[in-house]
C-alpha cells in the first residue's frame, strides 16, 4: 500500500494560513488550563477548535456562521469549568452542541415565513460576502465543499463530522440519532460516491 | 451498488472496508496512510482540516474574555447566574441568532434541548429543555429588545457627503437611517466603545457616511447616547462560484473553453443566479492534477470559483479554481470500459415517441419506440427502448412501455451514448416519484438534490425508488 503523501499540486493550497501546530499533548494541556479558566490556554483551544467548527456552520448556516459559532462557544462555556474529559470529548461535545444548533437553524429556516424582512438586518451577513469569504478562504472551505457538494445531505452530514468534527462512528452515531451500522453504510456510500468523484484526477 | 442491491447484503458490494474509510476519513493520529485510488480524497480531508486562517479566528480576544468570563459566573453562581450570564453571553448573539433560538422556545421545548449539548441523548432532552428553559428563554427574548438602533450612516457631525467620518478623539453624532426611521446617535470618545472585525482599534473615524453601523444604549425617543458602535466591515465582492452553465456561449454538457483568448463562461450559483466570466491571456486558472490548467479545462457542469474584479454580475477573472469533477460518465467508462456499463437517465417524461401531450403515453405490443426525459439539470435524454427492455411500475403486474407516460417520473437503465440511453429497464416512478431528475450512474439508490437540503421522500413504498435517486426512505440509512 503507498503511503499518503501530501503533494502541492491541490487547488485549495494557498498560503496564509496560520500554522499553529499544536500537538495531542499541548491540546491537552491547554484544555486542562482552558477549564480553570486561564485565558491562554482558552485561546489556545479557541484557535484549534474554532476553525473546523466554522467550517462546519458555514455549510450548513452559511451568512450567519459566525454568529452561530459564538453561540455554540457560549453554549460550551458553562460546561467547559471543571470539563473532566479529554480534547477529543471537549470536540465531540461542541459538534454536539453546533449539530443541535444547526438543527435549530434548519427549523427556523423552515419555519420563517419568506418574505417577511429581518428587522435587524444589520446584523445578518449577507450572502455575498460569505461567498466572497469562502472565495478568500478556499484553502479550508472550498476543500470542505469541494468534499461535500456532490453528497446526499446525510452523507455529508456525516463526512462532515467525520472531517472536521473528527469524530468517530459511534460518536457520529449517537449525534445523528442513527444507529452504528447505518452511520458506516452511509460512511461508505459516500466514500464510494467520493471515489468516482475524483478518479479522474488521480487518472490524470 | 447496483439498481437492486441496497438490501441485505449491500456491505459485501463496498469495494473498500472500515479501515479504508479510517484511514480517509479518521484522525491523523495513528491512522495508516490512505491507498493510492483514495490520495485526493485524503488531500481533500487534509486541507479542510487546516489550521485556522486569520479570517476564521477574527473576534478571538473578545469572546475568549467572554467565554472565561461566562465559566467564572457559571462557577460562581451556579444556581443564581444565569440571567446575567445569558445577558453577558448575548452580547455576541446577533439578533438574528437570537431570534432563531426565541422562536424555537416559543414553538417548542424539543428544540430548546439544543441549546445545551450536555445531553444528547433522546432520554435526556425533556430535562435539557426545562434547564434550557428556565436559564436561557427569557434573557434571550429579552436580548431581542436590547436597546439601540441600526442602519446605514445619512450623516456625520452633520455632514452627509458621502466618506466623511468622524475624529477620532472627539465626541461626535451621527445619524442612522433604517427604511423610514432616523435616529441620531451621540458619541463619546471616553464612554463609547467602537468595534469593527478586523480593526484592531476602532474609534469614531471609523463612522462614515454610508457605513452600516449598530449603535447600542441608552434611547430616548429617536436619540441614542452610545455605548457600543459596532461598525460592519464593507466587504468588496471579488468574484463568484457556481457550476458552469455555458462556455462561450455553448451550454452542451460537457463543453469547454477553448485554447485562444479571451473567453467567457456562465456560472449559476448555489441561489440560481447566473453570472458571466470573462478571461483573458492573464487570467490563471488551478485545476486539481493538472499541471498547467487552461481555459480548455473549463467545461459546463464543473464546479469553479472565480476571482477578480466584480460587477454584477460580471465577474472579470484573473484567477479560476476549477474543483474535482463530478464526473460520472467519464468515471463510469473507466471503471467498466466498454462493457458491462450500468448507466442512464433519471427524470421527467418529455415526449414519447415524439408527443410531447400530457398523457401521451408508450404503446403496449410491438414495444419498440423512444421517450425523451428531461434530467434536473435540463438536460434531455433520449431513451431508447426495445422488445427486450424491461418495465417497472409500482402496483403494475405486467408493465409495457405503455405505462410510460408524459410527465411521469422515471429512470431508465441501460448503456448511455452521449444523451441517449439504450434502455434495458424503465422505472416509472410515477408523476409524484419524489426525487429530482439525475443521469449518470444507474448504480445508487441514495443520490439527492444536492447536500445541506431536507431529503425528498420516495413514498411508493416500491424498491425503485430508493433505487433510483429516490434518496429518502430507508433505502440511503439502512
Known amino acids: 500500500m503507498d503511503s499518503y503523501t501530501p503533494r502541492n499540486r491541490s487547488v485549495f493550497a494557498r498560503v496564509g494560513s496560520i500554522t499553529l501546530g499544536m500537538t495531542a499533548d499541548a491540546l491537552e494541556l491547554a484544555l486542562e488550563g482552558a477549564t480553570r479558566g486561564d485565558e491562554a490556554a482558552l485561546a489556545s483551544l479557541y484557535r484549534a477548535l474554532n476553525p473546523p467548527l466554522l467550517r462546519y456552520l458555514r455549510h450548513h448556516a452559511g451568512p450567519v456562521a459566525e454568529d452561530v459559532a459564538a453561540d455554540v462557544w457560549l453554549a460550551l462555556a458553562p460546561q467547559l469549568a471543571g470539563f473532566g474529559g479529554s480534547f477529543a470529548h471537549l470536540r465531540a461535545l461542541m459538534f454536539t452542541i453546533a449539530r443541535r444548533r444547526v438543527v435549530d437553524h434548519y427549523r427556523f429556516q423552515a419555519r420563517r415565513p419568506s418574505g417577511v424582512p429581518f428587522d435587524e438586518s444589520f446584523d445578518c451577513a449577507e450572502a455575498e460576502e460569505t461567498e466572497t469569504l469562502v472565495l478568500d478562504e478556499l484553502t479550508a472551505q472550498g476543500a470542505v465543499e469541494a468534499l461535500v457538494h456532490c453528497l446526499p445531505a446525510d452523507q455529508a452530514e456525516i463526512v462532515l463530522l467525520r472531517v472536521l468534527g473528527e469524530l468517530e462512528i459511534d460518536e457520529i452515531a449517537s449525534i445523528v440519532g442513527k444507529r452504528a451500522g447505518a452511520v458506516r453504510v452511509a460512511q461508505h456510500r459516500a466514500l464510494r460516491r467520493l471515489q468516482r468523484t475524483f478518479q479522474k484526477s488521480v487518472t490524470r | ?478
Open chain 2, 1 to 478: 451498488m447496483t439498481f437492486g442491491d441496497d438490501f441485505p447484503g449491500e456491505m459485501e458490494e463496498f469495494p473498500f472496508d472500515d479501515t479504508t474509510a479510517d484511514e480517509v476519513f479518521g484522525t491523523s493520529h495513528g491512522a495508516d496512510p490512505a491507498p493510492e485510488e483514495f490520495w485526493d480524497i485524503a488531500e481533500l480531508v487534509q486541507a479542510a482540516r487546516r489550521t485556522g486562517s486569520a479570517g476564521e479566528l477574527v473576534g478571538e480576544d473578545v469572546i475568549v474574555a467572554r467565554i472565561v468570563a461566562a465559566m467564572g459566573e457559571h462557577a460562581a453562581r451556579p444556581q443564581g447566574g444565569a440571567h446575567e450570564r445569558i445577558v453577558a453571553l448575548n452580547r455576541f448573539r446577533t439578533a438574528k441568532v437570537t431570534a432563531a433560538a426565541t422562536a424555537v422556545l416559543l414553538l417548542g421545548g424539543t428544540a430548546a434541548a439544543a441549546a445545551s449539548g450536555s445531553l444528547p441523548t433522546p432520554v435526556n432532552h425533556r430535562h435539557a429543555a426545562l434547564a434550557v428553559v428556565q436559564t436561557v428563554a427569557a434573557p434571550r427574548h429579552h436580548a431581542m429588545h436590547a436597546p439601540g438602533a441600526s442602519g446605514v450612516v445619512a450623516s456625520v457631525n452633520g455632514v452627509a457627503t458621502p466618506g466623511t467620518c468622524g475624529a477620532s478623539t472627539l465626541a461626535g453624532t451621527f445619524t442612522l437611517t433604517h427604511d423610514a426611521d432616523v435616529f441620531t446617535v451621540n458619541v463619546d470618545a471616553t464612554t463609547t466603545t467602537f468595534s469593527e472585525m478586523g480593526v484592531t482599534a476602532p474609534t469614531f473615524a471609523n463612522v462614515c457616511v454610508g457605513s452600516k453601523v449598530r449603535a447600542e444604549g441608552a434611547v430616548v425617543g429617536t436619540t441614542v447616547t452610545a455605548t457600543m458602535v459596532k461598525i460592519k466591515p464593507l466587504h468588496v465582492r471579488t468574484g463568484a462560484m457556481g457550476t458552469v452553465a455555458s462556455v462561450n456561449g455553448v451550454s452542451a454538457p460537457g463543453s469547454c473553453g477553448g485554447a485562444g483568448l479571451p473567453g467567457t463562461f456562465t456560472i449559476t450559483d448555489h441561489d440560481g443566479k447566473t453570472f458571466t466570466v470573462n478571461v483573458d491571456p492573464t487570467t490563471t486558472f488551478a485545476d486539481q492534477g493538472v499541471a498547467s490548467p487552461t481555459f480548455l479545462n473549463v467545461c459546463v457542469g464543473e464546479f469553479v470559483a472565480a476571482k477578480g474584479t466584480f460587477v454584477d454580475p460580471i465577474v472579470t477573472a484573473t484567477q479560476v479554481f476549477i474543483a474535482p469533477k463530478h464526473d460520472e460518465k467519464k468515471h463510469d467508462e473507466k471503471k467498466h470500459g466498454d462493457q458491462g456499463r450500468h448507466m442512464g437517465a433519471f427524470g421527467t417524461v418529455a415526449s414519447v415517441n415524439g408527443v410531447s401531450d400530457a398523457g401521451t403515453c408508450g404503446i403496449t405490443t410491438g414495444a419498440i419506440g423512444s421517450f425523451a426525459i428531461t434530467g434536473h439539470d435540463g438536460t434531455t435524454f433520449t431513451v431508447d427502448v426495445t422488445g427486450t427492455t424491461m418495465f417497472e411500475v409500482p402496483g403494475v403486474t405486467d408493465p409495457t412501455f405503455a405505462n410510460v407516460c408524459v410527465g411521469e417520473k422515471v429512470g431508465a437503465k441501460g448503456a448511455l451514448t452521449d444523451t441517449t440511453v439504450a434502455a434495458t429497464d424503465v422505472f416509472v416512478l410515477g408523476s409524484d416519484g419524489g426525487h429530482h431528475g439525475h443521469h449518470g450512474h444507474g448504480d445508487d439508490g441514495d443520490h439527492h438534490g444536492g447536500s445541506g437540503q431536507p431529503a425528498p421522500q420516495f413514498s411508493s413504498g416500491h424498491r425503485g425508488g430508493n433505487r433510483h435517486g429516490g434518496n429518502g426512505g430507508k433505502g440511503n440509512d439502512n
